[in-house]
Nanobody, 119 residues
């Protein structure tokens, strides 16, 4: 089992920045690829970014490319999402998720943290 707890959400003006953190406990964190997803009111959950177990590979949704940066610190069992140049359309609940190496599905999810961007 892996437990994931997100933090760092809040209210920010358009153009501002936030850094989300996701702390993991349980099984070996470095065994998992990690991802960030988000869900806006009335919309389906969507992929935001992912990072490989080593941190050597990252991938972003087109909507956040160049503005968001995913990173991880395996010594601290934490994955981060640095969000810059925020837009009102980035408003959503943000979730981190863990996917074991070799798995095609994200097996563990956090409870989410709210990000609200005002115009």
């Amino acid at each position: 089992q892996v437990q994931l707890v997100e933090s760092g959400g809040g209210l920010v003006q358009a153009g501002g920045s936030l850094r989300l953190s996701c702390a993991a406990s349980g099984r070996t964190f470095s065994s998992y690829h990690m991802g960030w997803f988000r869900q806006a009111p009335g919309k389906e959950r969507e992929f935001v970014a992912r990072i490989s177990w080593s941190g050597g590979s990252t991938y972003y949704a087109d909507s956040v490319k160049g503005r968001f940066t995913i990173s991880r610190d395996n010594a601290k069992n934490t994955v981060y999402l640095q969000m810059n140049s925020l837009k009102p359309e980035d408003t959503a609940v943000y979730y981190c998720a863990a996917r074991f190496q070799g798995s095609s599905l994200y097996d563990y999810w956090g409870q989410g943290t709210q990000v609200t961007v005002s115009s």
